[in-house]
């Protein structure tokens, strides 16, 4: 059955590692914004020139913009036929109310980690520049820094510096909490423990998943 399902978290609570082996699980697409925007700019598009100051710098694009992505994205026949994982999206409270009104939700997950653990692992955090797969100065590919999955080159990501780390987590606090106020209104939220091992984090997502009779 088609699931239709939003993972919130702050920067590092591990949404994309947890997204695609959710993805993987349900059979739901994983809809990373960040990964949509980091294509666009490495294949050097208008759109990816204009969406490249932003990311660097660690700030949000316009709410219509980020909308209008997503608005295209959702109809494509992949969506339609199994449904969405979405990370990355919505981050605002316009970009929240939005996707409500272009598509029901059935759950919404918030993966809860303190924001001190998250500073450690952004600032070790590693990724393919290839196939986006997530990596750590711990946890490195087999062979470094080559990654397991394509043979991508495995890099720091421009954005994970300690400037764009902290406007990061400013606009997470300051614009995605009143986001995610909107699906606890709702009923649509529940709260995760995002520590622990991969594996343990995806066990208590399924469950959470699960757990509600619209799945
Ligand atoms: P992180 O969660 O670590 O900030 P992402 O890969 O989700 O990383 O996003 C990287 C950048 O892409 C953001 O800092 C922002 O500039 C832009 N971005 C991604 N998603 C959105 C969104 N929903 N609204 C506005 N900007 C976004």
């Keep these: 059955m088609a699931v239709k399902l939003v993972l919130f978290g702050r920067q590092g609570a591990g949404k994309g590692t947890q997204s695609v082996l ?3 699980h349900y059979g739901a697409p994983h809809i990373s914004t960040g990964d949509m925007l980091r294509e666009a700019m490495a294949e050097g598009t208008d759109f990816g020139r204009q969406a490249q100051q932003y990311v660097d710098s660690g ?15 959702v109809t494509h026949d992949d969506v339609v036929a199994n449904g969405f994982l979405l990370d990355g999206f919505p981050r605002t409270i316009g970009q929240a109310r939005g996707l409500l009104d272009i598509t029901p939700i059935d759950l919404a997950v ?3 980690v303190p924001r001190e653990t998250v500073l450690e692992r952004l600032s070790s955090r590693r990724v393919c520049q290839d196939c986006g797969a997530i ?3 711990a946890l490195p590919p087999a062979s470094p820094w080559t990654c397991d999955n394509c043979g991508g080159e495995v890099v720091q990501r421009a954005d994970d510096t300690p400037e764009a780390i902290n406007k990061r987590l400013e606009a997470y606090e300051r614009d995605t909490l009143p986001a995610i106020a909107l699906f606890a209104e709702r009923g649509l939220l529940v709260e995760v423990d995002g520590l622990g091992q991969p594996d343990e984090v995806l066990g208590r997502l399924i469950d959470a998943v699960d757990a509600r009779a619209t799945v």
Aim: hydrophobic share 40%; glycine share 4%; charged share 25%.
């Design 22 to 24: 959710l993805s993987k």
């Design 59 to 73: 700030a949000l694009l316009p709410d219509e913009i980020m909308l209008g992505l997503i608005t295209e994205r």
């Design 110 to 112: 918030n993966l809860e």
């Design 135 to 137: 990596y750590s100065t």
